[in-house]
């Protein structure tokens, strides 16, 4: 069965400093992968995902993150963070129907001054 | 366009008692999903529908969850006889056609309580 593995359920950075998020996953089929963000009291919105076309995926608000098969991984990053990405990200893998996503536990991301 | 809506907003209710969440998803997407968030925890799957049926339910905790989507559009989720561990957040999500590149979108949630 797929999963997903957040590690990290709390990341504190200073703005303009690198964002790192990293997000491993488990799948018997090739994975399709997708990060979400959740702002304070709103829904899930895409930045990106992975749908076996280039193995760096760029995404919106300059994330982007890079699928890795041999370390069965697909970390988001963001050169140079704003005060604008706290939030929380969520990792996500289609199960091997393709249709409901599997969600990792999340990573709450601080940026502080 | 419009996004996937989803009222109420807010339901706090009594243990035992039955509760209704609607989803509208956005025109178009013959596919909807339902899924559960508890504090501190990603989504998790509940059911997906394409068009009117029930494409996979397995994700209903029990038989006190039922959803429909009588006419392919508007989904409703009913759960009976609610309990304090149902309470947490309620997400639809609607997609084009479903699939492995579809991309789900998500409404912004039915917090529901149960006292």
């Known amino acids: 069965a797929q999963s997903v593995t957040q590690l990290g359920s709390h990341v504190s950075v200073s703005e303009g400093a690198l964002v790192l998020l990293r997000c491993n996953y488990s799948?018997?089929?090739?994975?399709?992968l997708f990060w979400y963000v959740q702002y304070p009291n709103q829904g899930l919105q895409l930045l990106l995902k992975?749908?076996?076309?280039?193995?760096l995926v760029k995404g919106i608000n300059g994330f982007e993150a890079e699928f890795k098969k041999s370390e069965t991984s697909f970390h988001l990053t963001k050169p140079s963070a704003h005060m604008s990405d706290a939030a929380e990200y969520f990792c996500?893998?289609?199960?091997?129907?393709?249709?409901?996503?599997?969600f990792g536990a999340g990573t709450r991301l601080a940026v502080h001054p | 366009g419009a996004g996937v809506s989803q009222t109420p907003s807010n339901k706090v209710t009594e243990k035992g008692k039955y509760v209704e969440l609607r989803c509208d998803p956005i025109?178009?997407?013959?596919?909807l999903y339902w899924y559960r968030q508890s504090l501190g925890q990603g989504p998790e799957f509940l059911i997906y529908f394409q068009g009117t049926g029930a494409a996979d339910d397995s994700g209903l905790p029990n038989d006190r969850f039922f959803a429909v989507r009588p006419e392919g559009s508007v989904s409703t989720l009913k759960i009976q006889r609610t309990e304090r561990g149902d309470s947490a957040v309620y997400l639809c999500a609607s997609s084009l056609a479903g699939g492995g590149t579809d991309t789900q979108y998500f409404g912004p949630g039915t917090r529901l309580t149960v006292l």
């Open positions: 025109s178009g997407h013959t596919a």
């Open positions: 992975y749908t076996s076309a280039a193995t």
């Open positions: 799948s018997s089929v090739p994975p399709y």
């Open positions: 996500a893998v289609k199960d091997g129907g393709y249709n409901k996503l599997i």
